[in-house]
């Protein structure tokens, strides 16, 4: 993929695949290109944009801008976005797009911890997400978004419900099916939830967060017992994002359950070591709906030494 302005190379990928079935191989390669293109735009286009010395962006623009902000994962670039964001809604105040990132800024802070009141962050979230599926119900961001808000308040049917019509406007956006899988991993459908996953992390091996998927499979495997992919799985996460938390406590966690608490403790060693103000509240950020599970996972924390 070329840019046609600059003429500067954007994306490129080679596929293999069993040509027995060539109708199942074209459909995985659209499928791969599709979403896998959309973040290579999104982020090329922000960082040209951010190089432009114009003040008078317009609101495409600073939405652009905004996109690939988000995939910075700092409380520093959240800050310049939701500037941008609220420069595009003086603008245009019915822009379902920068309503929608404004709601992703909104989540992003509250979930990496960058929020003073994770509660107030998180509700709006939601409500910026809802609104953004008013301003345009065929907006499938705008449903992700509002579908990943609902977590901190324990709205997961809605979540559900959410994604699904996300991936139902487009069953290309991996995105949306990696979240999916998060929210399916909350209710207890663990399967499901590492199935969607995958299908996350084969569409659009590229994207900046697929730290995020990572550490849903290994959330999905320790539920299910299944400790030792938890911690494969946990520290793919952390070897791509060493400051996304819940890695650290999957791991620990996974440890701490398969009865090796020397390695529990070694896991949140090194999470305090990144995170230093990281403490078992933290966990809340994601709740999961079984309180049984939530509540192991926490006594495993506290065994490995993280404060409450």
Excluded at 194 to 206: K, T
Aim: glycine share 6%; aromatic share 8%; charged share 25%.
């Amino acid at each position: 993929l070329i840019d046609g302005i600059s003429g500067g190379h954007v994306w490129s990928e080679r596929y293999d695949g069993d040509l027995a079935d060539v109708f199942d191989l074209q459909d995985e390669i659209t499928r791969n290109v599709v979403a896998s293109i959309q973040t290579s735009v999104q982020l090329t286009a922000g960082t040209r944009i951010e190089r432009s010395s114009r003040p008078d962006l317009t609101v495409w623009e600073l939405t652009m801008q905004a996109w690939s902000l988000l995939y910075d994962f700092s409380p520093q670039s959240y800050a310049t976005a939701e500037d941008l964001l609220n420069r595009a809604l003086q603008s245009d105040p019915n822009s379902a797009e920068a309503t929608l990132l404004l709601s992703l800024i909104y989540h992003h802070n509250a979930l990496m911890g960058f929020s003073d009141d994770f509660l107030a962050t998180t509700k709006r979230a939601n409500e910026l997400g809802r609104q953004a599926t008013r301003l345009d119900d065929r907006n499938e961001y705008a449903h992700w978004a509002f579908g990943i808000s609902c977590w901190g308040l324990n709205k997961h049917e809605e979540s559900i419900a959410a994604l699904e019509r996300a991936v139902e406007l487009n069953p290309n956006c991996s995105l949306a099916y990696g979240s999916l899988g998060t929210v399916l991993n909350l209710v207890g459908r663990h399967e499901e939830a590492i199935a969607n996953q995958q299908i996350a992390i084969r569409s659009n091996p590229r994207d900046p967060s697929i730290f995020f998927r990572f550490s849903g499979i290994a959330f999905a495997h320790y539920l299910a017992g299944r400790f030792d992919e938890a911690i494969l799985w946990a520290n793919k996460s952390i070897h791509r994002r060493a400051r996304w938390y819940f890695s650290h406590f999957v791991l620990a966690a996974s440890h701490c359950s398969a009865g090796r608490p020397d390695e529990a403790k070694m896991a949140i060693d090194n999470c305090r070591t990144a995170l230093p103000s990281a403490r078992v509240a933290d966990l809340e950020r994601v709740p999961l709906k079984n309180i049984e599970d939530m509540e192991h996972m926490r006594q495993c924390l506290r065994q490995a030494g993280l404060p409450d």
